[in-house]
Nanobody
Framework: QVQLVESGGGLVQAGGSLRLSCAAS????????MSWYRQAPGKQRELVAA???????SYADSVKGRFTISRDNAKNTVYLQMNSLKLEDTAVYYC?????????WGQGTQVTVSS
């Protein structure tokens, strides 16, 4: 099992930046995929970005060029750098670890973008 704790959310103006962190309770080096999802009010949870333990990265089209996912296996932490934030980025952001017998989810961190 692995526990995930997100941090770094908050209130930011449109065009601003935030960096989210996801701290894992154990080594993430063996976890094949670490991901960030988000869920806005009234909408389904959607994949924002994912990174494999081999370094392959993918992004949702809506965040390409603005968000950057990274992982620091030594710190058991995954990051999501979010730049040029838009109103539509407002959501609860969740960290996900694709690891048997999971997947595992964090509790989420709120990101609110204001005009």
């Amino acid at each position: 099992q692995v526990q995930l704790v997100e941090s770094g959310g908050g209130l930011v103006q449109a065009g601003g930046s935030l960096r989210l962190s996801c701290a894992a309770s154990r080594s993430i080096g063996s976890i094949a995929v670490m991901s960030w999802y988000r869920q806005a009010p009234g909408k389904q949870r959607e994949l924002v970005a994912a990174i494999t333990n081999g370094g392959t990265i993918s992004y949702a089209d809506s965040v390409k060029g603005r968000f950057t996912i990274s992982r620091d296996n030594a710190k058991n932490t995954v990051y999501l750098q979010m730049n040029s934030l838009k109103l539509e980025d407002t959501a609860v952001y969740y960290c996900n670890a694709a690891s048997f017998p999971g997947p595992y989810w964090g509790q989420g961190t709120q990101v609110t973008v204001s005009s």
